[in-house]
């Protein structure tokens, strides 16, 4: 972590974008999620790592309003707890859910203005689109194509895009290199460190660990719908817990919930 006394340009990683306290999620009588609590550092990429069922879509659920939680979830400044999803986006958080939710039958170009339905400012909508087209130049090359019969990486490229679209602050990702070959993540990761860059903070739920843990500066193992991991993101990747539950390497006597 940046010491105070070093002068760095921005993001300032001391102010939090934002904070989760105390988060619960009842599902039908089952909790789950159990109390969890962490920040997200203006200008910083978080990431969440953990199994299937430990929680972590939950936690984005609970963010963007779409399913009900006790604790708090302050934004910005924002108590975003009743809060319904459509003003949330309008606040500046989007989310590309996992399975990438583009619509298939409507064209890119359609899809790409859907999330700007909420926006008034109609030049930098322009500029903004634009932009999206330089940084996935396979979309424009398909912008009067239907989604849904786009590659996965393309419809990947194309919900990112859809979510930059909003102007978000805060950019929610819901496992971004699901069904996608190597080559292919290594291009989704790359994409998601520019717009990091760019200045557009980062939650990443992510199941590859070690892609995720590699570009992230914070970074929490979620089990079962606790934390039982926080560090760097190089920290955790160098964790014997970590490498032995996630990361693929054979270590004993060791447990992730330590």
């Known amino acids: 972590m940046t010491s105070a006394s070093q002068a760095m340009p921005l993001p300032d990683t001391t102010v939090s974008l934002l904070e989760v306290s105390g988060l619960r999620v009842h599902y039908d009588g089952i909790q789950a999620l159990h109390g969890v609590s962490f920040s ?27 399913t009900p939680y006790s604790g708090s979830v302050t934004f910005a400044g924002h108590d975003l707890h009743g809060v319904p999803a459509h003003r ?17 039958n409507l064209t890119v170009r359609e899809n790409l203005r859907l999330a700007t339905w909420q926006r008034r400012d109609r030049e930098r909508i322009e500029e903004d ?44 990702l819901d496992e971004p290199s699901m069904g996608m070959s190597p080559i292919l ?8 460190q520019e717009i990091n ?52 390497t054979a270590l004993k006597h060791h447990s992730v919930a330590g």
């Open 40 to 66: 997200v550092p203006r200008g910083q990429i978080v990431t969440l790592i953990g199994a299937n069922g430990a929680g972590k879509t939950s936690i984005l659920h609970a963010i963007s309003g779409l």
């Open 88 to 104: 949330i986006v309008g606040l500046g958080i989007a989310q590309v859910p996992e399975g990438r939710g583009i619509f298939g």
């Open 129 to 172: 689109f634009e932009r999206v087209l330089v940084r996935f130049p396979r979309l424009r090359e398909r912008l009067g194509q239907a989604a849904g019969t786009l590659s996965g990486g393309e419809q990947q490229m194309l919900a990112v895009g859809r979510a930059l679209m909003s102007r978000a602050s805060l950019l929610l």
């Open 185 to 192: 993540v290594q291009e989704i990761f790359a994409i998601i």
């Open 197 to 248: 860059r760019e200045g557009t903070t980062v939650l990443l739920v992510e199941q590859n660990a070690n892609m995720a843990l590699r570009i992230a500066s914070h970074a929490h193992v979620l089990e079962t719908g606790r934390i039982t991991l926080a560090g760097s993101g190089q920290k955790l990747l160098g964790d014997p817990r970590v490498k032995q539950a996630y990361l693929g």
